[in-house]
């Protein structure tokens, strides 16, 4: 079985992928309905923070902690592939092309169509820098979509080409995911939401999960000894 550890790099592969690509019409939606989704896609987006925030955690672990956590790796292997592959899922969610999902990608189609009713306090060139920052992301999120429907949604094993995927590229796109999001927030009702702090929630609890481990282990460790010490006395 794996173990777990290792040093996080930048440029460290998390996930390989296929590329896929789609079409988007413009949508129509009224206004409490455009409200109803933004709240919608806060939610998946603080989920895939959150799950996102946990597993880097513990991929970044020292060898101590590795050490501490794999005597439990029946379970903590599986929590830490679990919880990458759902935080990848929440944010392929957030840039879903198809019309009836609650996405980014959509709701700025549904702004286009009526920019005036969903987002009256939005400046064009903030329309705009959401349109930017999508479309750098663009192979991103096609590979995510790969991911999504290939890896997830229903296991395709005829990959035709496969495309790195790094936590650098991940970690920038979850910086302007919550960019973009708070710009509609902010162009719909002047409102926006912090979510670093879930971010620092996530990682302080995994960490005092990992040290409630490595005291565990310690314990463990005493335990062993004081027996073996006894033993040699013959007591």
Do not use: C
């Amino acid at each position: 079985m794996e173990v777990l550890g290792g040093s996080r790099q930048e440029d460290r592969y998390i996930i390989t992928l296929e590329v896929n690509s789609g079409n988007q019409e413009g949508i129509y939606m009224e206004r409490k309905k455009f409200k109803k989704q933004l709240d919608e896609l806060r939610t998946i987006i603080t989920d895939g923070i959150a799950y996102f925030s946990a597993w880097r955690i513990i991929a970044d672990i020292d060898e101590d902690s590795a050490q501490a956590l794999n005597r439990y790796r029946g379970f903590f292997l599986p929590a830490q592939l679990s919880l990458k592959y759902m935080a990848l899922l929440q944010f392929a969610k957030v840039f879903d092309r198809h019309p009836r999902t609650v996405s980014l990608y959509n709701l700025l189609s549904a702004v286009r169509e009526n920019p005036k009713l969903l987002t009256p306090h939005a400046e064009e060139d903030e329309l705009q820098s959401v349109e930017r920052k999508i479309n750098s992301h663009d192979e991103l999120l096609e590979h995510l979509k790969g991911f999504r429907d290939q890896r997830l949604a229903h296991y395709d094993s005829a990959i035709t080409r496969d495309t790195s995927l790094t936590f650098g590229k991940v970690k920038q796109l979850i910086d302007d995911i919550k960019h973009m999001y708070n710009s509609l927030s902010r162009g719909h009702e002047r409102s926006t939401t912090s979510f670093d702090w879930l971010s620092r929630e996530a990682e302080r609890h995994t960490s005092e999960v990992i040290q409630i481990m490595r005291e565990d282990r310690d314990r463990a460790k005493q335990r062993i000894s004081e027996s073996d010490r006894r033993i040699e006395r013959g007591d």
